[in-house]
């Protein structure tokens, strides 16, 4: 079992930065990867970020540029560095956790991004 505990979100005008963190707790040694999805109202969950054990990244085309996914492994925490943040990014982000088998979420931090 893997617990992810996100923090972080809150409400930013336009233009503005927020930096989400992650944090792992339990059986992180079967960690393939992490990520952070987002939900808006009305929509879908959609993938914002990922990053795997060895560092490699991938972004979603709505954010490439503007936000940068990280990891400490000392503090097994995952963190979304979100820069010049838009209205169109306000949604509940989820912290997600990959092992074989596996996906665990956590409870989500609100993002909400005022014009």
């Known amino acids: 079992q893997v617990q992810l505990v996100e923090s972080g979100g809150g409400l930013v005008q336009a233009g503005g930065s927020l930096r989400l963190s992650c944090a792992a707790s339990?059986?992180?040694?079967?960690?393939?990867?992490m990520g952070w999805y987002r939900q808006a109202p009305g929509k879908q969950r959609e993938l914002v970020a990922t990053?795997?054990?060895?560092?490699?990244?991938n972004y979603a085309d709505s954010v490439k540029g503007r936000f940068t996914i990280s990891r400490d492994n000392a503090k097994n925490t995952v963190y979304l560095q979100m820069n010049s943040l838009k209205p169109e990014d306000t949604a509940v982000y989820y912290c997600?956790?990959?092992?074989?088998?596996?996906?665990?979420w956590g409870q989500g931090t609100q993002v909400t991004v005022s014009s």
């Open positions: 997600n956790a990959e092992s074989t088998g596996w996906g665990y």
């Open positions: 990053i795997t054990s060895g560092d490699s990244t």
């Open positions: 339990g059986s992180i040694f079967s960690i393939n990867a």
